[in-house]
């Protein structure tokens, strides 16, 4: 006999949890693919809270997903900082030219306070009227930049790689101010309505950088801004490999991880068990490319590797499907989860 539906929210706790919910959650991240919903350009869509909001209500309704995602692009946070963000028609907004261009305007740098950003207001207005019409049916999905990866945008890589191991003391100085805005910036969408906030985290990713610079800063740094988080967060890597480092990621606070494509999910899995859940790991760049039964044959095999035993939901490997994938491929996903995601899941049954 089935058991009962449980609502998203529901079913996403008791993943968490790492017990088994009715079937595999599944978070389609979608952001830019609500301009297509509404028929306007990306760079309107984003103009206003109101066309956030909406998108991801009808998104939602339309792919019948776990979450809805108040994140608007990556850049919104270089954009707080004063950065300029450049719009494209089939991509989300980018970061321009960086701000810091060399070591000491650090210490000219001002903490931007959230109440006093229009781009980030207009974040937690998204929000807001989204917690208002879904209320406790499903969860909203904030995000942040963690302080040790928003700097690529703030003074671009190289700079930034120099900056870590040549100016100890202007590191240090720039993690301080981050750590402050990234902490204000999560508890201020909390306090808006979303239930968990994503902390994405790519240069601590080992694709990056190695384990022990990462012990020395990002997850040092990532331990004490998540303990000052008021809510549940989940890091992820951005499509960067996190395996290596899984046990460490778990002492950070975090709830559960974003997993990178190039990893064997029944090895994150193992590694995870009880202590992380998994979040991932469908290639959002070939979903582009995928048809039906291309979709259908990567969702059964992501559900047999990780779904049995709970603590996996099922997404994407980057935390932003790109623009190109086709409303038709998003269908045919939410319909493979449908089908093949319901517990109990034996192992190797579904493929």
Known sequence: MAAPSMTSLQRVLTTLGHKEPDRVPFFLLLTMHGAMELGVSIQEYFSKAESVALGQLLMRKKYRHDCLY????????????????????????????????????????????????????????????????IGEEAPIIGVVMSPFSLPVMQMGFFSYIDLIYEQPRLFEQLMKLNQEFCVEWANAQLGAGATAICYFDPLSSPTNVPRELYLKTGFAIAKSTISRIKGPTATHMASGRCLPIAEDLALTGTTAIGVSELEDLEDI??????????????????????????????????????????????????????WQVHEDVLMALSEAVETYGRYPIVPGETV
Not at 74 to 89: C, L, P, Q
Not at 272 to 301: F, H, P, Y
């Open 70 to 133: 108040s994140f608007f692009y990556a850049a919104v946070e270089f954009e707080a900082w004063g950065g300029n963000v450049i719009y494209v028609d089939d991509g989300p907004p980018n970061a321009g030219a960086p701000f810091i261009r060399k070591p000491d305007d650090i210490t000219r740098l001002t903490l931007p306070r959230v109440k006093d950003i229009p781009c980030l207001i207009k974040v937690l207005k998204a929000t807001q009227m989204i917690k208002e019409d």
């Open 269 to 322: 899995k193992n590694k995870c068990r009880g202590r992380l859940a998994v979040i991932g790991n469908l290639n959002g760049i070939e979903m582009a490319r995928w048809d039906t039964a291309q979709t259908e044959s990567a969702v059964k095999k992501a559900i047999t590797k990780a779904g049995p035993g709970g603590g996996f939901i099922l997404s994407d490997n980057h935390g932003e499907i790109p």
